[in-house]
């Protein structure tokens, strides 16, 4: 009887899982898979190449030339330089925003929230050409306004870094500012009531209880926006047509990018998003371990 | 109850459709000649119009258009296409291109059908850049031979002659820039290798050849260095502008009149005229100033056609190509949107081109004239390599240095060398050294 339950039951789990199963195995595994059987052969030629190529199995030959490469590793080098002005600048601005739209000093502050949101909606390749456009000078009402002469390289090109992270927190801001309101909004207000009782001032109540009352909030936005720096590549995609400093392969992306389709290396661009794939679940496992333990009393 | 066969025969199929795509096209049994369907990929502005009055006159070929864009995202695509072996039957190849697709196993042997054609018809500086291994791989459209435009209004009211030699061109730069300290006479783009590689070419470099079944890379080589060199000068002296490419930024200060002269192909008279018609009577072009005075140019650009292979109706296509780029008709079609300033490979065809392009843009100068000049004083001996999407990204990514002054335009001109040679390497190709 009981055993016959427990068949029943798990069969009809499985008929709700089996969608998800399904796509999962369509849309993630397979192709995941069909990646790592291509990053395991080379295309070779001989003499002037005129015979075409033929596939060779290369072995783990990809994944040492990948990690090995001097292009890639400096990828790297611009995604921690990128996250590391990035974060901080980001969480800590969306976090100030919060705040005060929490303060109660804000005015009209369902408008403000909209107006900080409506950036978010709009697609980060659109984003990206806007910005191109308002970096570009002769062409930028803002870099003229701002000095930046006629002829020169443009801000994309003398701050390449910094032009990437303006259009991640114009785009970003709001959306990290709605959650943090949103987890502000969920205090209690007795704990707020108590603080103030005890005589603590708006700033203080500000950063000693509502700040770390939303550290969770604050530690996966701050997590995610971390993940979203290793996948960077729409902006300094586009930002390369007029920067002379954001090269073919500046972050790991645009590199496999380049070896799939410009170099025709498919192996090779198999084998680095591997490998970012897997430096992605490390991170994302550090920093999530990292804060578990930060969080246990 | 939950049927499972559909949804695990979908995702067979998926699977199935993901593996086969690795597995290249095998060529297959073309039909009768002449006949039946052609899908012909192209991003050359009249080629819709082209591939309509070809269809007019034959019959018993259907040619179905699928315009494409241009640029490098073009032959990511049919690279894709011959990997999963939906290639069309007919496909644009330019010249820098060619060598690639060919060294990729994608383009078909046309040696047979068309070498003799291609041999009687095109001058041998353009039979070259379609020829590998002394094999004809393409059909040559047409040659974008170098000009220099310069503003004629600006030129005549300061009495300023046109350069003969690069020499001269110097003078000429610092001479606009003291006039006014807001106008060049010239342009150094930051993300186009093209005008570089060309000015190379001009100057008798040969950054490609073939050494019996080697490869020689010479991008580094004499002739090469002495154009970085000129032009890291020219940079370093503030007496030309820089641009990522003739684009945006570019037309700004062609629109502002702060650019009274650059350097491009025939193809940009179009371009000229579509993007400043305002500025129409102001213009002329001139050839290229050259090192020893004596006439010499090279091609910026220009493109040939392809059988992909494992294309279907490859008969029928071949036909076809052969119309567009050697007949006279054909010819004409490509001018039916009355912009294009594309000089035809095939010296017999230029009269016909000559008809389409009216040059009251010019101030009425008989700008093939020039034209022909420029093209039969195409330094021979030119072919490009068959990693030129490295080349490009090599050169592209690096360029902007020399601009700001952080690298040497001789010492990028080595770097993109040794990137070179290192891809060609990497993929099994012969090097010579």
């Not at chain 1, 993630?28 to 003499?47: D, H, K, N």
């Not at chain 1, 799939?260 to 679940?281: E, H, P, Q, T």
């Amino acid at each position: 009887m009981v055993t016959s339950m427990t068949r029943r039951q798990g069969r009809s789990a499985g008929l709700f899982l089996s969608p998800f199963l399904i796509l999962f195995l369509i849309v993630t595994i397979v192709p995941l898979g069909y990646a790592a059987w291509l990053s395991l052969f080379t295309e070779r030629s001989s003499g002037l190449g005129l015979g075409g190529a033929r596939r060779e199995f290369a072995g783990l030959g990809n994944y040492v030339k990948a990690a090995t490469d001097s292009t890639f590793q400096d990828g790297f080098i611009t995604i921690g330089a990128y996250v590391a002005v990035y974060v901080p600048v980001m969480i800590g601005c969306a976090l100030a925003v919060a705040l005060l739209l929490d303060s109660g000093l804000a005015v009209a502050r369902r408008f403000t929230q909209t107006t900080l949101f409506i950036p978010h909606a709009v697609p980060g390749l659109i984003a990206a050409l806007i910005w191109l456009y308002l970096y570009t000078p002769g062409l930028s009402p803002v870099t003229d306004w701002l000095g930046q002469g006629q002829g020169s390289a443009g801000v994309a090109s003398t701050h390449p870094l910094l032009s990437v992270v303006n259009i991640g927190m114009w785009q970003w801001m709001g959306y990290n500012v709605v959650i943090f309101y949103a987890a502000l909004q969920a205090i209690p207000r007795e704990v707020i009531e108590a603080a103030t009782m005890d005589g603590a001032d708006r700033m203080q109540v500000a950063l000693r209880i509502k700040a770390p009352l939303i550290r969770p909030a604050v530690t996966m936005a701050a997590l995610f926006t971390i993940i979203g720096g290793i996948q960077l590549f729409n902006e300094p995609k586009i930002l390369a047509q007029a920067s002379t400093s954001i090269t073919s392969a500046w972050t790991p992306n645009l590199y496999t990018q380049d070896a799939a389709f410009s170099r025709n290396d498919y192996g090779l661009a198999a084998a680095a998003s591997l490998l970012i794939a897997g430096i992605a679940a490390l991170l994302s496992f550090a920093v999530m371990r990292l804060t578990d333990r930060r969080s246990q009393p | 109850m939950f049927r499972w066969k559909p949804l695990a025969a979908l995702a067979a199929v998926t699977a199935l459709s993901l593996v086969s795509a690795c597995s290249s096209g095998g060529q297959e049994v073309g039909a009768e000649p002449g006949e039946g369907q052609v899908t012909f990929w192209s991003f050359l502005r009249g080629s819709d119009a082209v591939a309509a009055a070809f269809n007019e006159s034959h019959p018993g070929i259907k040619v179905n258009f699928v315009n494409q864009a241009g640029g490098p995202d073009y032959y990511t695509k049919l690279s894709n296409a011959m990997k999963s072996g939906q290639v069309p039957d007919a496909a644009v190849a330019e010249y820098t291109r060619l060598p690639e697709i060919v060294s990729l196993g994608g383009a078909t042997d046309l040696t047979g059908e068309v070498g003799p054609v291609v041999q009687k018809t095109f001058p041998g500086a353009i039979q070259e850049l379609v020829t590998l291994g002394g094999k004809t791989w393409g059909v040559p459209r047409d040659a974008s031979a170098m000009l220099y435009f310069y503003r004629k209004d600006f030129f005549d009211e300061h009495e300023l002659s046109v350069p003969e030699t690069w020499a001269d061109y110097k003078t000429l730069a610092a001479k606009v820039k003291s006039i006014d300290s807001g106008k060049r006479a010239g342009a150094y783009l930051t993300g186009n290798y093209n005008l570089l590689s060309a000015l190379s070419w001009q100057a008798g470099g040969k950054w490609f050849g073939a050494e019996g079944d080697s490869w020689a890379v010479g991008i580094n080589d004499e002739p090469s260095l002495k154009v970085a060199g000129y032009w890291q000068d020219l940079l370093k002296n503030d007496l030309v502008t820089s641009f990522p490419d003739y684009t945006d930024q570019f037309w700004q200060d062609i629109q502002n009149n702060d650019l009274v002269g650059y350097f491009c192909a025939s193809w940009c008279a179009g371009n000229l005229k579509a993007t400043v018609p305002d500025q129409s009577g102001d213009w002329a072009v001139a050839e290229l100033p050259s090192w020893d005075g004596e006439s010499a140019s090279a091609m910026w650009g220009g493109s040939s056609f392809i059988v992909p292979k494992g294309a279907k109706n490859s008969a029928a296509a071949l036909e076809f190509i052969k119309w567009i780029t050697t007949d006279p008709q054909g010819i004409a079609a490509w001018f039916g949107t009355g912009v294009s300033s594309m000089y035809p490979a095939a010296p017999t065809l230029v009269p016909e081109a000559k008809k389409g392009f009216t040059t009251e843009y010019f101030g009425g100068q008989d700008i093939y004239a020039v034209l022909t000049d420029s093209y039969d004083s195409a330094v021979p001996g030119w072919r490009w390599g068959p990693a030129m999407a490295t080349t490009e990204s090599a050169f592209n990514d690096r360029l902007g240095k020399a601009a700001d002054g952080s690298a040497q335009l001789t010492d990028i001109f080595s770097q993109v060398q040794d990137a070179t040679v290192k891809a060609l390497k990497d993929r099994g190709l012969t090097v010579a050294q």
